[in-house]
C-alpha cells in the first residue's frame, strides 16, 4: 500500500490542487509566505482565465453518467461508479449564458480541504469567469473527442482553461471528475461529495487508481459515442478520432486507457509519473506526448518512468520539457493563485499566463496534428517564439 503525500503552494486553496499524488506522481512545491492582508477581498474579487484562442465560441454541459457493471471501487456501498463529466463543445458566438466554474458546495469543499482562510473565497472561486456557455448552440459538424483526467486530490474543474481552449479550435472535449479521489463532485440532486481516498492507504497503490481511472475514462468514452448516447450532443463526436490526455495522476491515466483501450489514437501526459508498462509491441503505433516540468523531467532526472515509457513507444512521440514551470504549471492553478492573491513559490519563474499559453499551443498542435491530420512546425523542433520548450532527447 501507499500514501498521498500532499504539500502546499500556500496555506490556502492551493494546498489541496497541487499534491504530490500517490508515491511522487508529479513534482510539488514547498509553501510560499501567506498572501498579506487585504490583498484581495472576496467583496472585489473577480477571478477569470484566460480567452480561449480558436475561432468558436463554447458550449458546455454537465453530463451524470452511471457505471451499472462496476461498483464504486472507493465506497463499495455507494453502489455502481458514478461520474460526473464536464463536456465542452463548439458553439455559435453570442448564444447560452455565462457557465460558472464549479457548484458554490464543490468549491467550498475545494477551499475547506486546505488551510481555510484563503482569499480565493468559495463564492469567487465559483464564480470565475472561464468564456465557455450553458445552453450555447452547436456548430455544424463532427469534430475529435478528447477526455481529459485532472490530477488526485484535484476537481475536473482545474482543467477549465486548458478545455475551453480545445474546445474553442474545434474539439469536443470531456473532463471528468474521478468520483471520492477529490474534494467537492456536486450530483444532479445537489449532493456534493468529498475525497475519501485524500491521505489514506489505498491498496494496490498508485497502479489501483490508475487502473481505476482508465475504467473511468474508457467507460466515459463508451457512453459519448454508443447509439442513444446520454448527452444529446453527441451527434458532434467524430468517433474515429478520439484522443485523451491528463495531469499528474491523470497523465498516467491517459496512457493506462490507451493500453486497454485501442479506439485511443493519441494520448498526452502533463507532468505525471507513469505506471502503467508498455506493452512489450508498443501502442500499436498510436502516438503519445510527455510534456512536463524541467525540474523532474529532463532526460536523467529523478523520475525514470518517462525514459522507460519513451523507450518503449513505437508510434510517433515526442519528449518536451518547459523551463520555469511547476506540477500545478499545466491548469489553472497559478492563474487562480495569482488573481486570488496568493503568492507563487520562487522555483515558478515562468509567469501563469505564459505557462498555461505554453500548455494551449503544444497540446493543441499535438491533437491537430495526430487528430486532424494537420502537419504543426511547433512539433518539429525547438521554437524561438518558444524558448522555454526543450524537446528532450533520450
Known amino acids: 500500500m501507499t500514501r498521498t503525500h500532499r504539500t502546499t503552494l500556500a496555506a490556502a486553496l492551493l494546498a489541496l490542487v497541487l499534491p504530490l499524488p500517490i508515491a511522487a506522481a508529479g513534482t510539488a512545491f514547498a509553501a510560499s509566505p501567506p498572501a498579506a492582508a487585504g490583498s484581495a477581498t472576496a467583496s472585489a474579487l473577480q477571478v477569470q482565465l484566460p480567452r480561449p484562442t480558436g475561432r468558436y465560441a463554447v458550449g458546455t454541459d454537465n453530463l451524470h453518467l452511471v457505471d451499472r457493471q462496476r461498483q464504486d471501487p472507493w465506497v463499495p456501498s455507494a453502489g455502481p461508479r458514478q461520474l460526473m463529466v464536464s463536456m465542452y463543445y463548439p458553439a455559435v458566438h453570442g448564444t447560452g449564458r455565462p457557465a460558472a466554474y464549479m457548484t458554490t458546495a464543490a468549491a467550498q469543499d475545494f477551499v475547506d480541504f486546505a488551510v481555510p482562510g484563503s482569499p480565493l473565497t468559495a463564492a469567487a472561486l465559483a464564480a470565475t469567469e472561464t468564456y465557455a456557455y450553458t445552453g450555447a448552440r452547436p456548430e455544424h459538424g463532427r469534430f475529435p473527442l478528447v477526455v481529459l483526467s485532472p490530477g488526485m486530490e484535484q476537481p475536473r474543474a482545474v482543467l477549465t482553461g486548458l478545455a475551453v481552449d480545445l474546445a474553442s479550435r474545434g474539439y469536443v472535449v470531456a473532463v471528468v471528475d474521478h468520483t471520492y479521489e477529490n474534494p467537492g463532485t456536486t450530483f444532479p440532486d445537489g449532493t456534493t461529495l468529498g475525497c475519501v481516498i485524500c491521505n489514506q492507504p489505498v491498496p494496490g497503490g498508485a497502479a489501483a487508481i490508475v487502473d481505476s481511472r482508465a475504467k473511468d475514462l474508457s467507460f466515459t468514452i463508451d457512453q459519448l459515442t454508443r447509439g442513444h448516447s446520454p448527452w444529446p450532443r453527441a451527434d458532434l463526436i467524430d468517433r474515429s478520432r478520439i484522443g485523451v ?150
Do not use: C
Open 245 to 394: 490526455a491528463g495531469h499528474s495522476l491523470g497523465g498516467a491515466a491517459a496512457l493506462a486507457t490507451m493500453v486497454a483501450d485501442p479506439r485511443v489514437r493519441a494520448g498526452a501526459d502533463l507532468d505525471g509519473t507513469l505506471f502503467t508498462p508498455v506493452p512489450a509491441g508498443g501502442l500499436a503505433g498510436r502516438s503519445f506526448l510527455l510534456f512536463g516540468t524541467q525540474i523532474d523531467h529532463n532526460v536523467g532526472g529523478s523520475d525514470t518512468t518517462w525514459g522507460d515509457t519513451y523507450a518503449a513507444l513505437d508510434g510517433w512521440k515526442k519528449w518536451l520539457t518547459v523551463a520555469g514551470t511547476v506540477h500545478a504549471s499545466f491548469t489553472d492553478v497559478p492563474i487562480l493563485a495569482t488573481q486570488g492573491g496568493i503568492p507563487l513559490p520562487p522555483q515558478m519563474t515562468i509567469s501563469a499566463q505564459r505557462g498555461m499559453q505554453l500548455t494551449r499551443d503544444y497540446l493543441a498542435a499535438y491533437f491537430d496534428q495526430q487528430l486532424k491530420g494537420l502537419p504543426q512546425p511547433l512539433l518539429a523542433g525547438p521554437d524561438p517564439a518558444h524558448p522555454e520548450v526543450a524537446f528532450q532527447q533520450p
